[in-house]
């Protein structure tokens, strides 16, 4: 009896304990989420607000008023934003669909092919990871400059722009890269054999297999590819600063720096263009959200 006493008490111990413990865990991940979540409200806060409510001397934390949208029709109207959201649609959507379709062909060859020098190349390919963007902006600026007769320049790549300021500047240096290839092909890595074997006795070659076989089965690693893709491709700054410089060209993160004078800056107007601007990239992850976790889990550390 008294034993069977003591077993129920030391249950009732452990409940309380865990008990306890999700109560601390929800408590830090609640106050982890609201730090993370201010700056999103400041933005949205600071959309509503007139100049006056956010200047230091009358500072206001809530506007006077949420109806007030004039900031959004200001913003609107004190640039081409109808310009810069086709070029950044442009340029994000054929470089997401030419990188879904490069990085998964690449993976999909150095998972399922058999190929002299195949583990070098990759590890080739992974030093890419490991190098900055920014570090290598001058050789791509060389690079689009000299193309030979484009952009006024004659056979040796001289004498013209070559590729800057077109839309092949901002799209072709992003078809395919490191990361992506990495993903897909710890993907396709984790497919049974017998997926090969069985397309070899219908008769397939390598990309028959690869478009009828291993596509078909990509939609988790493709929907991930697709919002890492999108995020990184449309919120880019650096590359089209340094790529463009015609106002035809400009993408809708260029486009956010006319609020920023030399004296002042309209952070109302700004506010407002930014969350303008990020609404595409929110239905894009509303879209693929439910492959999103699955998808980077599927990927990542296997053999």
């Known amino acids: 009896m008294e034993g069977a006493m003591r077993m129920t008490l030391v249950k009732m111990g452990k409940k309380k304990k865990s008990l306890t413990g999700k109560i601390i865990s929800y408590f830090i991940l609640s106050i982890w989420v609201l730090i993370t979540l201010i700056p999103v409200i400041f933005t949205i806060l600071t959309a509503f607000k007139s100049d006056p409510e956010i200047s230091m001397a009358s500072f206001r934390w809530l506007p006077s008023s949420f109806t007030y949208i004039e900031n959004f029709r200001q913003a609107f109207l004190m640039g081409d934003w109808l310009l810069y959201f086709r070029n950044s649609l442009l340029i994000t959507v054929i470089t997401v669909a030419g990188s879904l379709l490069f990085n998964s062909m690449a993976g999909y060859a150095f998972a399922r092919l058999k190929f002299k020098g195949r583990e070098i190349l990759f590890m080739i390919i992974l030093l890419g990871m490991m190098v900055s963007p920014q570090s290598i902006i001058i050789p791509q600026f060389v690079m689009m400059r000299s193309v030979p007769l484009a952009g006024g320049n004659n056979i040796l790549g001289q004498g013209g722009t070559g590729l800057l300021d077109t839309y092949v500047a901002l799209i072709v240096p992003f078809l395919a890269g490191a990361f992506g290839i990495f993903l897909c092909r710890q993907f396709y890595s984790s497919f049974p054999e017998s997926l090969d074997d069985a397309a070899r006795i219908d008769g ?69 263009a930014t969350l303008i601007t990020v609404i595409p990239m929110v239905i894009v992850y509303a879209c693929a959200q439910k492959y999103f976790v699955q998808g980077i889990v599927s990927s990542g550390m296997k053999n």
């Open 204 to 272: 397939c070659g390598a990309i028959r297999t690869y478009f009828y076989v291993f596509l078909p089965l990509s939609k988790t690693i493709l929907a991930t590819l697709t919002i890492l893709k999108s995020v990184a491709t449309w919120n880019d700054f650096f590359y089209p600063l340094i790529m463009t410089q015609s106002e035809k060209m400009k993408t809708v993160q260029l486009g956010l720096q006319m609020f920023r004078g030399s004296s002042m800056t309209h952070y109302n107007y700004l506010m407002a």
